[in-house]
C-alpha cells in the first residue's frame, strides 16, 4: 500500500524559511520520480518541483526557481522541499505526490502560510 505523508508545513514570515519533508512507503522509493505540488485558496493545484531518480537531477516551476530546492534521502524514503525568501503568494497546502503502477498517489498534505 502506497503511502505518502507530509510533515513541516506552518506559519513563517516573508522572508523567511521553512523545510518540509515527505516520507514515503510501499514501493521502490528509490525508482520513483517525486513530486512536490501546491494549491492555494481558489486556484488549481500546481507543480512545484519533481526529484528524479538520478542523483541531483531536479526540475522547478519558474515561480520558484532559485529559492526552493529539491532532495531526496533514497536511504531513508523521504523528499525533502527546503524553501527560502517565501512570499505570501507561497501560501497554499504543499503535497507530495508518486506515479506508481500508472496512478497518482498523493499525501494529506502540510499548510503552508507566509504572513507578517
Known amino acids: 500500500q502506497v503511502q505518502l505523508v507530509e510533515s513541516g508545513g506552518g506559519l513563517v514570515q516573508p522572508g523567511g524559511p521553512l523545510r518540509l519533508s515527505c516520507v514515503a512507503s510501499?514501493?521502490?522509493?528509490?525508482?520513483?520520480?517525486i513530486h512536490w505540488y501546491r494549491q492555494a485558496p481558489g486556484k488549481e493545484r500546481e507543480l512545484v518541483a519533481a526529484?528524479?531518480?538520478?542523483?541531483?537531477?531536479?526540475n522547478y516551476a519558474e515561480s520558484v526557481k532559485g529559492r526552493f530546492t529539491i532532495s531526496r534521502d533514497n536511504g531513508k524514503n523521504t523528499v525533502f522541499l527546503q524553501m527560502n525568501s517565501l512570499k505570501p503568494e507561497d501560501t497554499a497546502v504543499y503535497y507530495c505526490?508518486?506515479?506508481?503502477?500508472?496512478?497518482?498517489?498523493w499525501g494529506q498534505g502540510t499548510q503552508v502560510t507566509v504572513s507578517s
Open positions: 505526490n508518486v506515479e506508481w503502477r500508472l496512478r497518482g498517489y
Open positions: 510501499g514501493f521502490r522509493f528509490n525508482e520513483y520520480k
Open positions: 526529484s528524479t531518480t538520478a542523483a541531483g537531477s531536479s
